[in-house]
């Protein structure tokens, strides 16, 4: 079955960087678009990177994490990162990879457990 295993998160402070790793298992992983979302407490989910399939990985990024964050793919390792550097408090959040149902990425059918980020001097 579809299991997805994030990991990475951790305490950090204001402009630190992180990166995040989700593990993707029980499907072919290069042939699907990955996401990565986050929420943080009190609010909804936010939509914050997305990677397509193929050759050429299409990546597009919510506008508060352009230029700070980074979404890649590992085939080999069935991996999906999110880099995240310069963080801010309001990154602070629950943060969880999704498969996409297609190449694209979205909508996301399955989910994994989520890892806590947490920015704080």
């Known amino acids: 079955q579809v299991q997805l295993v994030e990991s990475g998160g951790g305490l950090v402070q204001p402009g630190g960087s992180l990166r995040l790793s989700c593990a993707a298992s029980g499907f072919t992983f290069s042939n699907y678009g990955m996401s990565w979302y986050r929420q943080a407490p009190g609010k909804e989910r936010e939509l914050v990177a997305t990677?397509?399939?193929?050759?050429?990985?299409?990546?597009n990024y919510a506008d508060s994490v352009k230029g700070r964050f980074t979404i890649s793919r590992d085939n080999a390792k069935n991996t999906v990162y999110l880099q995240m550097n310069s963080l801010k408090f309001e990154d602070t959040a629950v943060y969880c990879c999704g498969k996409g149902t297609t190449w694209r990425g979205l909508p996301v059918d399955y989910w994994g457990q989520g890892t806590q980020v947490t920015v704080s001097s």
């Open positions: 990677i397509t399939s193929g050759g050429y990985s299409y990546r």
